[in-house]
């Protein structure tokens, strides 16, 4: 377990495909896991075909998966696959990410902006501008002020760690790569760039 950051790229679409997209995979959500696989794949046929009534089938596709519960039971459920969202960017534990993008609710999608990743970037220069390297190592001392006001490392369920330390700048080198990388090559007139956090 611990904190999993990922970046997502997701093709923009209207309101009206984002209401129907949303819809569906509530849908998924709210159906209840069930010993009966010849209901869930009831469920499952009547999804995808509303996913093809509303025109969405390129976005978004319904299926069921299953697991042995108590008593060696199978249970059934629901799953779904955003077709238009592709990775970008994953980090685990850089837990001054989450501080940084005011991202609080576990599992949910949250948008990131240019300019927020322009800043991103600024905050990073400002930290490692501030880190001084020992001579001959690979070894940092840190301006904790500094590191604490651009870029707060924070605490959490296996968020990993809070230090500023070594590790914490080799964080910060990889998150500013990333960063300058979207800010300079990403495709914002077309595309979403999506926060996604698990802990």
């Not at 994953?90 to 991202?103: A, D, E, G, Q, S």
């Not at 001392?141 to 760690?161: C, H, M, N, R, Y």
């Not at 790569?177 to 999506?194: G, H, P, Q």
């Amino acid at each position: 377990m611990g904190l999993d950051i990922f970046f997502y790229r997701r093709a923009k679409h209207t309101d009206a495909e984002n209401t129907a997209i949303n819809n569906v995979i509530n849908a998924v959500r709210n159906e209840p896991e069930n010993t009966d696989g010849v209901e869930i794949a009831k469920q499952k046929q009547i999804l995808k075909q509303d996913i093809i009534n509303k025109g969405i089938s390129t976005m978004l596709s319904v299926d069921m998966d299953s697991y042995i519960g108590r008593g060696e039971q199978r249970v059934y459920y629901l799953t779904f696959n955003r077709k238009d969202t592709k990775q970008c960017g994953y980090f685990r534990k850089v837990n001054f990410l989450t501080r940084f993008f005011n991202y609080e609710e576990n599992c949910s999608d949250q948008p990131v902006t240019k300019d927020e990743l322009a800043v991103l970037v600024e905050s990073c220069d400002k930290v490692l501008k501030a880190a001084k390297k020992v001579k001959g190592e690979d070894i940092y001392t840190i301006d904790k002020e500094v590191a604490e006001k651009e870029l707060p490392t924070q605490s959490g369920f296996f968020f990993g760690s809070t230090e500023y330390d070594n590790w914490y700048i080799q964080d910060i080198k990889e998150v500013r790569k990333f960063a300058k990388r979207m800010v300079s090559t990403f495709d914002f007139e077309k595309n979403d760039l999506i926060l996604h956090c698990w802990w």
